[in-house]
C-alpha cells in the first residue's frame, strides 16, 4: 500500500467587484472552508494525528479572510493547530511574476513566508508555484530560496513514462526533491466525482481505496483545489460523507498519511524529472496557454511587468498592493479563448460575460494605476 499525500490549494483572488469578492468568499466560506475544516480537523484528532494533509493558502484569500470573515482565518489557525497540517509556500498573489519578474517573485514568495509566520507560526519548506507552474528552472530557483521540495504537475511531454508515485529530482538540482501531482486520481476527485457519465461513477471510498492500493510506487499525490469539496462538488452529491470515511479507511487499508515535507525526508529521488518548458495543472494542454495563450493575455503579462519598476519607485504601500492584487492569475485566466471543455471551465469560474469583457476591463484598470502614477501604459 502506498503512502497517500493529501493537499488542498486555498486561493480567491481579488476580483474587480468588491461586492462580488464578499458574495463569493461568503458561499464558498459556508460551503466549503468551515465545515471542511471542522470535518477534517475531526479526522486528525479521532486519528491521534496518523491522518495528515497539507495546505497553500494564499496571501489574497488571507487578506479577504480578515475583511470578510475573519472566522474563516480562524477556522484554518485551529485546523494548523493540530499538528496534522503542513502549510506550503508560494507567490503571495498567486501570480506568474516568475515570467516578467525575477525581482517581484522573490518579493512575492518572502512576503508569503512572512504571512505564514504571521498568522500561523510556522516558516514552510516546500514550495508550490501558482497553478502548479514547474519546470527545471523553477526547481532550481526553489532550491536556491531554501527549499526541500517543490510540487510539480508531471505531464506526459516531458514524463518520458514516470511515474507520478515516487520523488524526483531536476537536472542539476543537488538537494531539492520534486513531487509529481497523480493527476488521475486527484482529478477523479476534483472533477469527476460527482459525474454520471464518466465511468467510475459513483466514487465510493471503498472503489477509491482499492485504486490507491493497486498504484505501484512510494506514495499517491492528490493534489486539488479545497473548493471541489463542497463547492464544485456538492455536499448533496456526496462529498463530505466520501471524505468522511477516506482518512480512515485508508489507514486501515495500511496506508500512511504524509505530507509533503514528510515525503521530503522519507524517499529518495527515483529519477531525474528533464522538465525544461513550463507545465501547469490546467487544461487539457496542461501548459501556459490558459494564461498566455492569445495576444490579450500577452498584452496584459507585458503591461504588468512595464509597471514594475514606476510602482515600486513610488514606494506607495497602496500602490503596490494593488499591482500585486492585479497580478493574480485568474485575471489573465478569464481571457482565455480556449474551446471546448478548458472553454467551459474558464467560462463557469469567471465573473465576466466573455474573455474580450475581462481584458477590457483589466487594462482599463492597469492604465488608470498607470496614470496616478504618471507612467502611462
Same mark, same amino acid.
Given at each position: 500500500m502506498p503512502d497517500v499525500c493529501l493537499y488542498f490549494q486555498v486561493h480567491q483572488p481579488h476580483r474587480l467587484d468588491e461586492k462580488l469578492n464578499r458574495e463569493i468568499l461568503n458561499r464558498v466560506a459556508d460551503k466549503c472552508y468551515l465545515p471542511a475544516n471542522e470535518m477534517f480537523r475531526r479526522r486528525i484528532e479521532e486519528s491521534h494525528g496518523l491522518f495528515r494533509m497539507a495546505f497553500s493558502i494564499t496571501g489574497t484569500v488571507i487578506e479577504q479572510f480578515r475583511e470578510f470573515r475573519p472566522d474563516v482565518l480562524e477556522s484554518f489557525?485551529? !485546523?494548523?493547530? &493540530?499538528?496534522?497540517? +503542513?502549510?506550503?509556500? +508560494? &507567490? =503571495? /498573489? /498567486?501570480?506568474?511574476?516568475? !515570467? =516578467?519578474?525575477?525581482?517581484?517573485?522573490?518579493?512575492?514568495? *518572502?512576503? /508569503? !513566508? *512572512? !504571512?505564514m509566520e504571521e498568522c500561523f507560526a510556522v516558516r514552510p519548506s516546500v514550495f508550490r508555484n501558482s497553478e502548479l507552474i514547474y519546470d527545471n528552472a523553477i526547481a532550481a530557483r526553489a532550491e536556491t530560496l531554501g527549499f526541500d521540495g517543490v510540487i510539480a504537475e508531471g505531464t506526459p511531454a516531458f514524463t518520458d513514462g514516470l511515474s507520478p508515485n515516487f520523488l524526483y529530482r531536476a537536472p542539476g538540482a543537488a538537494r531539492i526533491k520534486t513531487l509529481m501531482r497523480n493527476h488521475t486520481l486527484s482529478n477523479d476527485l476534483a472533477f469527476r466525482f460527482s459525474d454520471p457519465s464518466w465511468g467510475g461513477f459513483p466514487l465510493t471510498w471503498e472503489k477509491f481505496t482499492a485504486w490507491i492500493g493497486q498504484s505501484p510506487g512510494d506514495l499517491v499525490n492528490l493534489f486539488m483545489d479545497y473548493e471541489s469539496i463542497g463547492e464544485h462538488q456538492k455536499k448533496e452529491q456526496g462529498i463530505y460523507e466520501f471524505w468522511r470515511k477516506v482518512p480512515e479507511i485508508l489507514i486501515e487499508s495500511g496506508a500512511q498519511w504524509v505530507t509533503p515535507s514528510e515525503a521530503v525526508a522519507i524517499y529518495a529521488a527515483k529519477d531525474e524529472y528533464d522538465c525544461p518548458e513550463p507545465t501547469s495543472w490546467a487544461d487539457a494542454e496542461r501548459d501556459l496557454s490558459a494564461w498566455a495563450g492569445n495576444a490579450m493575455q500577452l498584452e496584459a503579462l507585458k503591461m504588468l511587468g512595464d509597471l514594475e519598476t514606476p510602482v515600486m519607485t513610488s514606494g506607495d504601500a497602496e500602490l503596490i498592493a494593488e499591482w500585486g492584487a492585479l497580478q493574480s492569475s485568474d485575471h489573465l485566466y478569464w481571457m482565455s479563448t480556449k474551446g471546448g471543455s478548458d472553454g467551459q471551465v474558464t467560462s463557469y469560474f469567471s465573473p465576466y460575460r466573455s474573455p474580450c469583457a475581462a481584458h477590457e476591463v483589466f487594462i482599463a484598470e492597469l492604465r488608470d494605476l498607470g496614470k496616478r502614477i504618471g507612467q502611462p501604459v
Open positions: 489557525q485551529q !485546523l494548523v493547530a &493540530t499538528g496534522g497540517v +503542513e502549510l506550503l509556500a +508560494e &507567490t =503571495y /498573489h /498567486h501570480s506568474l511574476s516568475f !515570467l =516578467y519578474s525575477e525581482a517581484e517573485f522573490q518579493r512575492q514568495c *518572502d512576503m /508569503h !513566508l *512572512d !504571512l
